[in-house]
């Protein structure tokens, strides 16, 4: 059963999420810590910007939306539904250059 839902988060279910609906996610929900979109004036000095995630080499919107998906202690727990996490995967991805 694991496996499907580890394909399921791969490049289709990458393609199939809604950038934009991760901006707004983005901007309400994460924009207290990160810059999430040019334009804003302020967040934590001590976290990335999407833009600085977006360039990362290393960058895939699959192991972004999982690292999303799971708790770690830097960043607060919000209740992201696999779709919302893709979503927020998909618009950080739509940053880069």
Do not use: N
């Amino acid at each position: 059963m694991l496996l499907p839902v580890a394909s399921s988060c791969g490049t289709s279910s990458a393609l199939a999420a809604d950038a934009g609906h991760g901006a707004d996610l983005a901007k309400r929900w994460c924009a207290s810590c990160h810059v999430v979109a040019s334009g804003q004036a302020q967040a934590s000095a001590d976290v990335p910007s999407f833009a600085s995630v977006a360039r990362r080499p290393d960058f895939s919107p699959e192991r972004l939306a999982l690292f999303l998906l799971d708790p770690h202690p830097k960043m607060p727990d919000f209740p992201l539904s696999r779709t919302e996490a893709g979503d927020i995967a998909a618009y950080i991805g739509s940053l880069r250059p």
